[in-house]
């Protein structure tokens, strides 16, 4: 079929299986652009794979340091009439680079809350990932889990846990600056956003293949965050999803004793930089900031996506021998975002932003492109206006 853009609100329903290919293959030529990490990992499982920064994720160790990798995500399949979900066409594509490589590359897609998957997970490990890995990326980002053990669904929510908030926001769909107010959660909400995406998940993950044994000795874990600047503290640091964020902090430091203990291991929380991707765009406030950002950073050359970012991540952080902790043992590759020149910048043009101005102190074009490229729209050398086949399988999932 045909496949166009159809844009709702924050989302787009469709997604293109050229376009996303294209888009992987980028990142792949970036990454392959760079040194080859030394004594980087050989057998990833990354936790959230198949778009944003764990797609990065995945990419980065097995083109830059040959690796293996496992990768879980909840996607959909296309069919002859409907195209599927862009993490679905992404994972096919790396699949398929990886394989041409020479590279193991196997993918699960289900709920990486359940135990099922964590169970299928350990099999494949165990058996055909040399019984150990040395790496596990967590990168979930869902409005929804179903605990494990009692069946309980949580969702989360994004609001504030102090009073009502106002402030500017944009309207993606239509590009103008907007007024929105969020309201308070209440402890409830608190709580389930923390079940959500606080660190219980991960906890889980580490226990699960602790007690399988197929931690390799050294192993390296890391999970994301955000912290971003003042103006978007109500509704991100201090909302909700930051309290979940705190949790996922405790609950690093209770994987890193028992990793340091058991395989001389460590667990890491890393502070990512804003960037357009599925998860951030539902956020209010934040698209706005994002496209002020963009601009400035653009401007003093320090621009960087997924892919730029998770490769530094790697190669001066996690693998570099130092990985620069802040005072509260955080990786911080959100760093150039929170350069004092940069932010001051941004908070000077948030005061004054209007819809008058917006199309000159803002890059709203850079984020409705990277908006479009997430769901593979907008890519070169991709015929758009041609037929293409929307039943692209993911290689291990097609066995
Ligand atoms: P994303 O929406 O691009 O990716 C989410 C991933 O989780 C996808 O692979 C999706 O398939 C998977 N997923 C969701 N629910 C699942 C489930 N039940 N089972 C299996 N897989 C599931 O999000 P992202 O922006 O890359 O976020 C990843 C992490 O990075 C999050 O922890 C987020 O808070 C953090 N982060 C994001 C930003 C940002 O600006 N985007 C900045 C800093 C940190």
Not at 231 to 247: E, H, N, S
Request: net charge negative; glycine share 10%; with cysteine.
């Amino acid at each position: 079929m045909i496949v166009k853009p159809k844009i709702r609100g924050f989302i787009c329903t469709t997604a293109h299986p050229d376009g996303c290919a294209a888009h992987v293959q980028e990142q792949i030529d970036y990454v392959k652009s760079k040194p080859k990490l030394e004594n980087g990992p050989k057998n990833v499982l990354v936790i959230g794979s198949s778009t944003g920064y764990g797609l990065a994720s995945r990419i980065v160790p097995a083109f830059q340091s040959g690796a293996n990798t496992l990768g879980l995500f909840f996607e959909k399949p296309g069919s002859e009439k409907r195209p599927g979900s862009a993490g679905w066409y992404n994972s096919a594509a790396f699949e398929k680079a990886a394989n041409a490589e020479g590279l193991f590359a196997k993918s699960l897609n289900g709920d990486a809350f359940s135990n099922e998957l964590k169970e299928q997970a350990i099999d494949i490990i165990k058996n055909e990932m040399d019984g150990k890995i040395d790496l596990v990326v967590y990168s979930l980002a869902s409005p929804r889990r179903t605990d494990p053990n009692t069946g309980e669904v949580y969702k989360s929510v994004l609001k504030t846990t102090g009073g009502e908030y106002t402030n500017k926001t944009l309207n993606t769909d239509k590009g103008e600056i907007d007024e929105v107010t969020i309201g308070a959660a209440t402890s409830e909400e608190i709580d389930h956003t923390i079940k959500v995406m606080g660190g219980e998940d991960w906890e889980f993950w580490m226990d699960a293949l602790i007690e399988a044994d197929v931690l390799d000795s050294g192993v390296k874990t890391v999970a994301y965050s955000y912290i971003g600047p003042e103006l978007t503290w109500p509704i991100y640091t201090d909302g909700t999803i930051g309290q979940a964020k705190k949790d996922l902090e405790s609950s690093c430091a209770k994987i890193d004793a028992s990793l340091k203990e058991k395989f001389n291991g460590e667990a890491f929380v890393s502070v990512n930089k804003a960037l357009v991707t599925q998860a951030s765009s539902a956020i209010p406030v934040v698209p706005l900031y994002i496209s002020i950002l963009y601009k400035e950073m653009k401007a003093k050359g320090t621009h960087e996506g997924c892919i730029e970012q998770i490769e530094r991540l790697f190669s001066d952080r996690l693998y570099s021998g130092d990985p620069k902790l802040d005072e509260a043992g955080r990786i911080r590759i959100d760093d150039w975002e929170m350069r004092e020149e940069i932010q001051s910048a941004v908070a000077g043009i948030w005061t004054s932003v209007s819809n008058e101005n917006f199309g000159d102190v803002a890059d709203f074009d850079g984020y409705q492109s990277e908006f479009l490229k997430l769901f593979g729209f907008g890519l070169d050398g991709v015929d758009y206006e041609s037929e293409t086949d929307t039943t692209t399988a993911v290689p291990s999932l097609a066995e």
